[in-house]
């Protein structure tokens, strides 16, 4: 189990940077109209929209008053809210984020809709659809980084997990978004040696299943150590192997990018509709603005016996 005091020095870091406007933690890029959305890291969390993913501006925060559940069921909570995803589903946005406190894993994930993201339309509005699953200081999981994918056979899932025992996977009910009935998170990827995991994702191509997570410290400017690790399975629930065989949840995980020059700690690997299998979001913090966190978006390029490679920037348009 990691050291609450770790915890807590590295996700005040975190807090930090949000209240100062950086982008941490991005979701999913999604569309809306002519816009791209995502989602971040920030009090009531964050928002950004762009028509061409390369100039953002800032849109409103989900939350400007808090849903009572996230007090009572992490006290320590003041609003900041972690970590979110979104998507399209059934005329509505669907947007998961995660509440917790500093170094427990005290923690929830929650869930709000809307049917709308812009924020000019008559029909616009977040509402509370309530906690998908929670964690308490008992359980082997740290409930936030949450990430959904719907499979082909209309089952939506929900990968997350931070520390503790590592990346879990869990089944929702596609017709209300929230924690299927009698589901159980199911341990898919591990770091026993590190135990530095987290920011879980997964991309579906060609019959596989390709889970993507952090190694390494987040929250730490230039001096951040994540890099994004990926392994793929036929199946959703596993086993995730790495190129060489090794299961994800034994330390196993090939690496897909590390930090280049300036650009430092890469996280949070993310999908963007519009461009399936094709381009990935993250955040990344910049070595020439003293570490601030930046949204970066590469190429999503793919090897001969289908393995992800990270290729060409799109944003920044110049890296290095």
Same mark, same amino acid.
């Given at each position: 189990?990691?050291?609450?005091?770790?915890?807590?020095?590295?996700?005040?870091?975190? *807090?930090?940077?949000?209240?100062?406007?950086?982008?941490?933690?991005?979701?999913?890029?999604?569309?809306?109209?002519?816009?791209?959305?995502?989602?971040?890291?920030?009090?009531?969390?964050?928002?950004?929209?762009?028509?061409?993913?390369?100039?953002?501006?800032? +849109?409103?925060?989900?939350?400007?008053?808090?849903?009572?559940?996230?007090?009572?069921?992490?006290?320590?909570?003041?609003?900041?809210?972690?970590?979110?995803?979104?998507?399209?589903?059934?005329?509505?946005?669907? $947007?998961?984020?995660?509440?917790?406190?500093?170094?427990?894993?005290?923690?929830?994930?929650?869930? *709000?809709?809307?049917?709308?993201?812009?924020?000019?339309?008559?029909?616009?509005?977040?509402?509370?659809?309530?906690?998908?699953?929670?964690?308490?200081?008992?359980?082997?999981?740290?409930?936030?980084?949450?990430?959904?994918?719907?499979?082909?056979?209309?089952?939506?899932?929900?990968?997350?997990?931070?520390?503790?025992? +590592?990346?879990?996977?869990?089944?929702?009910?596609?017709?209300?978004?929230?924690?299927?009935?009698? *589901?159980?998170?199911?341990?898919?990827?591990?770091?026993?040696?590190?135990?530095?995991?987290?920011?879980?994702?997964?991309?579906?191509?060609?019959?596989?299943?390709?889970?993507?997570?952090?190694?390494?410290?987040?929250?730490?400017?230039?001096?951040?150590?994540?890099?994004?690790?990926?392994?793929?399975?036929?199946?959703?629930?596993?086993?995730? $192997?790495?190129?060489?065989?090794?299961?994800?949840?034994?330390?196993?995980?090939?690496?897909?990018?590390?930090?280049?020059?300036?650009?430092?700690?890469?996280?949070?690997?993310?999908?963007?509709?519009?461009?399936?299998?094709?381009?990935?979001?993250?955040?990344?913090?910049?070595?020439?603005?003293?570490?601030?966190?930046?949204?970066?978006?590469?190429?999503?390029?793919?090897?001969?016996?289908?393995?992800?490679? *990270?290729?060409?920037?799109?944003?920044?348009?110049?890296?290095?």
């Amino acid at each position: 189990m990691p050291s609450p005091l770790l915890h807590a020095t590295l996700f005040l870091l975190l *807090a930090i940077s949000a209240r100062a406007g950086k982008i941490h933690d991005p979701s999913s890029i999604v569309r809306c109209g002519k816009d791209s959305w995502y989602f971040s890291t920030g009090q009531g969390i964050k928002s950004a929209r762009s028509n061409d993913l390369l100039t953002w501006s800032d +849109g409103p925060p989900v939350f400007k008053t808090f849903p009572a559940w996230h007090a009572e069921l992490v006290p320590g909570n003041k609003g900041h809210l972690w970590a979110p995803d979104v998507i399209s589903r059934d005329g509505r946005y669907w $947007l998961y984020y995660s509440v917790s406190t500093f170094g427990k894993n005290v923690s929830a994930i929650g869930l *709000a809709s809307s049917p709308t993201l812009d924020p000019a339309a008559k029909d616009f509005g977040w509402k509370d659809e309530g906690m998908v699953i929670r964690s308490q200081h008992p359980d082997p999981f740290n409930a936030i980084d949450p990430a959904v994918v719907s499979t082909s056979d209309g089952r939506l899932w929900m990968t997350f997990g931070s520390f503790w025992s +590592g990346i879990q996977l869990v089944e929702l009910d596609p017709k209300t978004g929230l924690l299927k009935k009698d *589901a159980k998170p199911k341990q898919i990827a591990w770091n026993e040696e590190k135990q530095q995991i987290e920011a879980p994702a997964i991309e579906s191509r060609g019959g596989y299943f390709y889970l993507f997570v952090n190694w390494g410290l987040c929250c730490r400017g230039a001096n951040s150590t994540y890099e994004i690790r990926a392994g793929r399975s036929k199946s959703i629930t596993g086993p995730y $192997l790495d190129r060489n065989g090794r299961d994800l949840s034994s330390g196993g995980g090939s690496l897909f990018v590390k930090s280049e020059g300036d650009l430092i700690g890469p996280g949070h690997f993310a999908t963007i509709e519009g461009f399936p299998h094709t381009r990935f979001a993250f955040h990344y913090y910049d070595g020439k603005a003293f570490g601030q966190s930046k949204l970066g978006i590469r190429e999503l390029t793919w090897s001969k016996d289908g393995w992800p490679e *990270a290729g060409k920037w799109i944003l920044p348009a110049s890296p290095k």
